[in-house]
């Protein structure tokens, strides 16, 4: 229980680094205020997981500019959608598929 305890407590200090770092980040660049900032890395967790969390932080910590760290939320989003569209279009192919 205890090493489940401890397993734990790592995990969140490790994405409550990472928030803070993409956070401290984007003040920095792009002069963006805290709380704007943690509500995109919650929704970011929300619908990416962790491994999305990291894909931000990285493309986070080698931005140079406001643009680029603003080109890495886009990319988030455009993979969403671009995900989505494709769970859509596979729907659509299963409409069209002549099951009597």
Known sequence: MRTLF????ALT?????????ICGRMETLCGTE??????????????????????????FSDAR???EASGCVAG????ALGDAMGEF???????LEDKK
């Open 76 to 79: 988030k989003g455009l993979k």
């Open 13 to 21: 200090l490790t994405s409550c680094s990472k928030q803070s770092q």
């Open 34 to 59: 805290r709380a704007d900032c943690e509500a995109l890395v919650k929704s970011t967790q929300e619908n990416f997981g962790d491994e999305g969390v990291a894909g931000l932080h990285a493309c």
């Open 6 to 9: 401890v397993l734990l407590a």
């Open 89 to 95: 279009l596979q729907g659509v192919k299963k409409g």
């Open 65 to 67: 500019s406001c643009n």
